[in-house]
């Protein structure tokens, strides 16, 4: 009754206290890593924002192709209804943890569409440092 209380006297709050804590599901709030050495909050950032990086561009690489888009699609309802689950009750990093292998579909598909793009024989050559035509590619 006391959150009903609030949410009619201050909609605008409620609001952005809820999409922040949206925001917190998807990143990292203020609190987390305090029980850990801060290192491994850091690497665990940085590792996390690369995947979310990787994330995002394989959910747009499976919308734009049509043949996808209805299976990402489905994806993104259950990621948005998981979220706003989550801020709308309590957030913490540790709930994400059961939807990132679903994300990693998405870093897999992201992959093998990069992988299949040049041949692998461009590919190696690149990382022997010879020169890599870009008319080889496919």
Known sequence: QEAMRFIKANPGRFLKLVIKKAFYFWWFSP??????PS???????????????????GIYLNLINQKLNSYASLFLLLFFSVTWVHALTYVDCRHRWAIEPLMSLFVAFLIYKIYNSYKMSDIINMFKGKRWDNANHR
Request: glycine share 4%; hydrophobic share 65%.
């Open 39 to 57: 290192l491994y909050t850091h690497i665990y950032k940085i590792f996390y924002a690369l995947f979310f990086l990787l994330f995002l561009l």
């Open 31 to 36: 609190v987390v890593g305090k029980m850990y």
